[in-house]
């Protein structure tokens, strides 16, 4: 809009010039026709017409008074025409100038606005992409702190289990002891009372304490005991759980393998 503005300052003074020009010239000439008409009659007036160099005293007497007379060229209708014409030329192509310089513009500011509303795009998916990264960074930290609440769990079970294990351990082994005890006692009793011993034992549920004990006792003593029992099936539910029985050592193992 600025270029535009200019341009229009700039057709407009040099327009002024012209036209100014033209006036000096008019009035120039009209000054001079007053001037010619003014003088003196010469030799315009007697009749004669000078023609040539005018003679040298004559001269020095004209220049003497001030008075005189010049001339200036004047403009024939062809040369007004044509500068007319040419005027007109230079004002269409100062008006063509201008609106190259208008539509530039025009373009320049479709340009920019383009320009401007891809930025405003690329801004505004920017905005997006560093939301979405923000996002994505608090869903990373919820994992991490997810991940780690599973390992102090498996952690804090894993201890918990260690600590039940040596529990078991000791209840093991001092149901161990517990058990040769009651052997050690079994043994010393007579035959029969330790046969009707493992009997109500076994009828109250309570058949894999006396398996136990039958398996800590020596095998003469142990026999002796089974065959005062005087009952077939009882024996042979003691037999069958005797051989499913595991050793101290064996129970252990088996522990080991579950974790």
Known sequence: ????????????????????????????????????????????????????????????????????????QELSVEEMVRLGMD??????????????????????????????????????QQTQVKSE??????????????????????????EKLKKMEEVQIEVDEQHTTNTKKLAQWIQSMDEVKAAEVLREMANDGKMPIAVEILSHLEEREAAKILSSLDDAKLV???????????SPKESKRARRTLR
């Not at 270029?3 to 020009?21: E, H, K, N, P, R």
């Not at 030329?89 to 340009?111: G, M, P, T, Y």
């Not at 042979?236 to 595991?246: A, G, H, M, P």
């Open 1 to 72: 809009m600025k270029s535009v503005v200019i341009l229009t300052l700039t057709i407009a003074v040099f327009a002024g010039s012209v036209f100014g020009s033209l006036w000096l010239k008019t009035n120039y000439l009209a000054e001079a026709s007053d001037i010619e008409a003014d003088s003196p009659p010469g030799s315009e007036g007697n009749g004669t017409q000078v023609t040539g160099r005018a003679p040298q005293g004559s001269a020095s007497r004209d220049s003497a008074k001030g008075n005189l007379s010049i001339r200036p």
């Open 87 to 124: 005027l007109k030329r230079r004002e269409k192509r100062l008006k063509d100038d201008a609106e190259k310089l208008r539509q530039q513009e025009i373009h320049q500011q479709i340009a920019l606005a383009d320009i401007q509303q891809e930025q405003g795009a690329i801004e505004a």
């Open 133 to 158: 990264l923000a996002k994505a960074e608090i869903l990373v930290d919820r994992l991490i702190q997810a991940r780690q609440a599973v390992i102090d769990e498996r952690t804090a079970a894993e």
């Open 236 to 246: 042979q539910d003691l037999v069958s759980e005797f051989r499913n029985l595991k």
